[in-house]
């Protein structure tokens, strides 16, 4: 854990010897001469920061649980509290919201349950949508375009819309999402492919421009690992047009995974 220290800025200047009331208004009521950064050793203030009651917070664990684990911390470590207590207090919640999240996810199960989603799912996921990354007309996707969030996608949708594995695919809606400890899980496909051509009949996957996992942040990580878990339960409790779940960073590497032959 790593805590950025307070740094401040000392500007002088001299002050004109004429203003108006527009340029005092608009600060330019003083000439820059020059100006020194510097970083803050430890933090004077008259405001008391609740240290253990913020992080029991927002980690949501108990005074003494948190107690526990703060009191573990190295004091080289423990001693950036003094250099800026706010980022301090965030980067414990966060680190320990992530370590408690790994430890459920290890005993994470899910059970299917009666309720389904209604095909109004996608209808209304249109609705405020930028347009202005939408793709040219399509053949496969359920709709006429699809709206992407990256150049990855985009390349993505171009091999899936003239693969003549693909029967239909969707770019999951908002609606749709999977409960994880961490938060809910939007996956971003959909995919049918040709029964016979491929391994899987379906497949939901995640894309993603780099499978390293240094560049996925860790609360991303663990959403996926839930969705692992998600679908694997699916596909157990049916015995036929068997749903797969994985990360693909493009369509080829789609294919080694659907592949019989892979």
């Keep these: 854990m ?3 220290p307070l740094r401040y800025t000392v500007k002088i200047g001299t002050q004109r010897d004429t203003l108006t009331d527009g340029e005092l208004a608009r600060g330019e009521g003083f000439e820059e001469n020059e100006q020194a950064t510097y970083q803050a050793d430890s933090v004077v203030s008259l405001v008391k920061y609740d240290l253990l009651g913020k992080v029991a917070e927002a980690s949501e664990l108990t005074r003494k649980t948190t107690a526990s684990i703060l009191g573990q911390i190295e ?3 423990f001693a950036q509290f003094k250099t800026n207590p706010e980022h301090f207090i965030a980067e414990a919640s966060r680190v320990i919201a992530e370590q408690k999240a790994s430890m459920v996810i290890e005993r994470l199960t899910y059970d299917e349950i009666d309720g389904r989603h209604s095909v109004n799912i996608f209808t209304a996921a249109q609705t405020g949508q930028d347009f202005s990354r ?4 399509l053949n496969r996707h359920i709709f006429d375009y699809a709206i992407t969030d990256s150049q990855v996608e985009r390349e993505f949708v171009k091999e899936l819309d003239t693969s003549s594995e693909v029967v239909v695919y969707a770019k ?3 609606g749709f999402l999977i409960p994880t400890p961490v938060g809910d899980y939007n996956p971003d496909w959909a995919i ?3 029964s016979g051509s491929v391994r899987h009949i379906y497949f939901v996957a995640e894309t993603k421009g780099s499978m390293s996992s240094m560049k996925l942040r860790e609360i991303e990580k663990t959403k996926i690992e839930c969705a692992r878990k998600f679908f694997d339960e699916i596909s157990r409790s049916i015995t036929r047009d068997r749903v797969k779940y ?3 960073t493009d369509y080829a590497k789609l294919m080694d995974l659907v592949n019989p032959a892979a």
Excluded: E, Q, Y
């Design 192 to 194: 049918s492919f040709k």
């Design 2 to 4: 790593r805590v950025t």
């Design 75 to 77: 004091p080289a470590i």
């Design 246 to 248: 994985d990360v693909v």
């Design 172 to 174: 999951l809606p908002r």
């Design 134 to 137: 939408a793709t040219a007309k």
